[in-house]
T-cell receptor, first 113, second 114 residues
């Protein structure tokens, strides 16, 4: 069965500091990996996705994610955090059919001044 | 504007009183799904639909029903709600299952069952 582990429930980062959110997955075939972000009172929005090819996913809003097959990881990074990045972040894994998209439990990012 | 619309945003009800949470998407998406979000548990899939008249159970379907009579709508029905169904519910849709079709989420329905 597929699963996603986000080891950190909460992370507090100072504004301007770097960020890394961890995600480990278990999947029996080639995974499709996603990062979603949820702002307070909102639904989830897709941040990044990895299907194949380069292991470093293109940047969006300054975020990047690196797929490491040997470590079964898909960590999210940002070099310099902004206060507006405070939100909950979810990692998800799936296959070619979205019926099997599995989410992690989420990591709440708090940004301190 | 392309969106997934859920109603109501907030709902308080009593045990056993049937309720329906509506979900509608205006993107002509084939795939729709319902999730519940609970603290410490993340998102868990309740039901999904690959297309009209095609629905299937997710990870936590007990106590819920769905229907997909038309492409744009995917209501979630609680025939006899219980307090353990108190949760935040999200409807989501995507153009199709498979590569390159990200999920679009509604803004959620917070349900309280007393």
């Amino acid at each position: 069965a597929q699963s996603v582990t986000q080891p950190d429930i909460h992370i507090t980062v100072s504004e301007g500091a770097s960020l890394e959110l961890r995600c480990n997955y278990s999947y029996g075939a080639t995974p499709y990996l996603f990062w979603y972000v949820q702002s307070p009172g909102q639904g989830l929005q897709l941040l990044l996705k990895y299907f194949s090819g380069d292991t470093l996913v293109q940047r969006i809003k300054g975020f990047e994610a690196e797929f490491k097959r040997s470590q079964s990881s898909f960590n999210l990074r940002k070099p310099s955090v902004h206060w507006s990045d405070a939100a909950e972040y979810f990692c998800a894994v799936g296959g070619s059919g979205y019926s099997t998209l599995t989410f992690g439990k989420g990591t709440m990012l708090l940004v301190s001044p | 504007e392309a969106q997934v619309t859920q109603n109501p945003r907030y709902l308080i009800t009593v045990t056993g009183k049937k309720l329906t949470v509506t979900c509608s998407q205006n993107m002509n998406h084939e795939y729709m799904s319902w999730y519940r979000q609970d603290p410490g548990l993340g998102l868990r899939q309740i039901y999904y639909s690959m297309n009209v008249e095609v629905t299937d159970k997710g990870d936590v379907p007990e106590g819920y029903k769905v229907s997909r009579k038309e492409k744009r709508n995917f209501p979630l029905i609680l025939e006899s709600p219980s307090p353990n169904q108190t949760s935040l519910y999200f409807c989501a849709s995507s153009r199709q299952t498979g590569v390159g079709s990200p999920l679009h989420f509604g803004n959620g329905t917070r349900l309280t069952v007393t």
